[in-house]
């Protein structure tokens, strides 16, 4: 039986589970987001249904505020809560609503010892802005109230873009919907791309929803995501004993993936200036005397009570003050209500497992900044300016062109056998390792020259990268006609299907190489060392792969060379120019 809408015990049977949203690169746990429980319980058909009653009847906004405190009352109950946010979600259609929600809520805050800046408030695209809303006002007043704003559902709903431009939020949420298999769907992989890049731009972090699987969750932070949240990580609970602060799973993930950007994170390291940040929280005689005692410096960074960067206050946003008569005793008065939030400015942030490429694109994309903020896990580290950021793209250029074949631009001995070595340290994962060589390559140079012979290597060269890319694999060029692909967490069968489909893509597309009359023969005529006349087949690919199975024994970047070696001319002699060598018993 559904419960009367203007019951006043309308929640006292619901409740409120939590999930995790974790950092994409540490499994530190960044929030919770709370999600209503028991609806169905007390007659609903659906959470949904349940808060479309409560707006009919006028009550919504009212059962919103009493949920909120069952949140919050969750949340405060976690001993690691004050290094972690709660989300909430707020229903688009009370933002219309008399009533000061965002005051309402601070109180609540209050009661439980929960600071303002904790509070991320999810704005879902499911219900479009209702006609005659001030947005910008109303977001711009929960934002002075020290509370953060998220876009939830993005890319599903009715607002879009429109919501996006408004809000100017500080988390932008992906729907599931473009998560979920998205590594088999080239399309969703470029939305969520251009998506993430937009984010980015306008300063927001990207919230990956709904990811269950190990490939969902490599695409996402291949792509640039910087937290996930879903089944991958944890289900929603109403058990909250069970959260966690840290997630070694999803540690364990981004250790897998790691290594494109270890070098990066080391060049970063090396240009990140380490200012002391400023706590929000901080009295502004004390930011006056800051700014006195470091006369070289023209901002400081801002920090909340978690260490997560709010932005950064600048000397120019305080001369008003600085320079007129009685202006500091004036803003130190705290009956005139300005403290440090009201004059921190948005700052550009990014994390410094990302690549050199996306902080600059990060940097590049806000006009007069100063830098750009530098974070681990979304807790403040250190800030990058402008010309160290030139310095770090610099280095990163000069390092990759020395460990680059020149010809096909893909990682060259040095960087395969770092790859090669870690893979081998990871035990407890199943890995791949294959060596690709060309068959008949010689007489192909010997009859259309170097040049056409090149084209063949470009070619093989570019089908590699696009496969390793989708495989979410490592790809080298050892040189000459030989290449190497690492499969990290792919089955066997899954990465040999990628290797066949290499030889047959790679077979077809040289064929268009040979003159008329040479393919029709399938073979050309030339002569071997020894100078006999000889026919040789058209030119194709042979692969060699060794399988470790997790937990496989010791073996070493020389041991996998040998067993490469060992099974080369089996590959070439194979129907199907592939041989898979498992040396670990299963």
Not at 136 to 146: D, E, I, L, M, S
Not at 466 to 476: D, V
Request: hydrophobic residues 40%; aromatic residues 8%; charged residues 25%.
């Amino acid at each position: 039986m559904t419960r009367r809408i203007d019951d006043p015990h309308i929640t006292d049977g619901l409740t409120m589970a939590l999930q995790p949203v974790v950092g994409i690169h540490s499994g530190d746990c960044h929030g919770y987001e709370a999600l209503l429980r028991g609806t169905e319980a007390a007659g609903f058909e659906s959470i949904q249904a349940f808060f479309d009653h409560c707006h009919a009847a006028g009550c919504l906004a009212e059962v919103e505020l009493a949920l909120r405190d069952k949140a919050v009352a969750a949340f405060a109950s976690l001993a690691h809560h004050p290094r972690t946010k709660l989300f909430l979600n707020i229903d688009n259609r009370v933002l219309s609503i008399e009533g000061d929600s965002a005051r309402r809520t601070r109180a609540i805050l209050d009661r439980y010892g929960v600071p303002d800046s904790a509070v991320v408030f999810e704005i879902s695209e499911r219900h479009p802005l209702e006609d005659g809303l001030d947005a910008v006002a109303t977001f711009r007043h929960f934002k002075r109230q020290g509370f953060r704003l998220a876009i939830d559902d993005f890319g599903t709903g009715f607002s879009g873009l429109q919501l996006l431009y408004y809000s100017e939020p500080d988390y932008l949420k992906i729907d599931r919907f473009f998560v979920a298999d998205i590594a088999a769907d080239s399309k969703k992989k470029v939305f969520l791309a251009h998506i993430v890049t937009i984010a980015h731009l306008l300063g927001a972090v990207v919230v990956a929803e709904g990811v269950e699987t190990e490939r969902e969750f490599r695409i996402c932070k291949e792509i640039g995501c910087d937290m996930v949240q879903g089944w991958l990580v944890q289900r929603p609970t109403v058990q909250w004993a069970e959260m966690l602060s840290h997630y070694p799973e999803i540690e364990r993930l981004a250790r897998q993936d790691r290594r494109a950007g270890t070098s990066d994170q080391r060049i970063i390291a090396d240009q990140i200036a380490r200012p002391e940040p400023l706590a929000l929280d901080t009295p502004m005689e004390k930011v006056f005397e800051r700014f006195r005692a470091d006369k070289s410096a023209t901002f400081f960074p801002v920090v909340d009570g978690a260490g997560a960067p709010v932005g950064i206050v600048r000397d120019q946003e305080l001369k008003d003050y600085t320079y007129s008569p009685f202006g500091r005793e004036l803003i130190a008065n705290k009956c005139l209500g300005r403290s440090l939030k009201d004059f921190a400015v948005r700052c550009p942030v990014a994390d410094i497992a990302a690549k050199a490429e996306q902080i600059l694109e990060a940097y590049s994309a806000v006009e007069r900044t100063e830098g750009i903020l530098i974070v681990d896990d979304m807790r403040y580290v250190g800030f990058l300016s402008a010309d160290s950021l030139l310095r770090v793209i610099n280095e990163k250029n000069l390092a990759t062109a020395r460990d680059q074949n020149p010809l096909t631009r893909l990682p060259g001995n040095a960087r395969i056998l770092s790859w090669v070595c870690e893979a081998l340290e990871n035990r407890a994962q199943a890995c791949l390792l294959a060596y690709f060589d060309f068959d008949n390559f010689k007489p192909f140079n010997d009859k259309y020259g170097f040049r056409l012979g090149d084209r063949a290597i470009l070619v093989f060269g570019d089908l590699l990268a696009k496969a390793m890319a989708a495989a979410g694999g490592f790809a080298g060029h050892i040189g000459g006609d030989d290449f190497f692909a690492g499969f990290l967490g792919e089955s066997a069968d899954s990465a040999a299907d990628t290797c066949r489909k290499l030889i047959a893509d790679f077979a077809h597309d040289v064929e268009s190489f040979y003159d008329d009359e040479t393919r029709g023969r399938g073979h050309i005529v030339g002569q071997d060392r020894l100078g006999n006349t000889v026919r040789f087949p058209l030119m194709t690919v042979s692969c060699v792969a060794v399988h470790l199975t997790p937990g496989c024994g010791t073996c070493s970047s020389d041991d996998i060379s040998r067993l490469l070696a060992d099974h080369k001319k089996a590959a070439k002699q194979a129907a199907d120019h592939l041989v898979i060598v498992h040396p670990c018993p299963n």
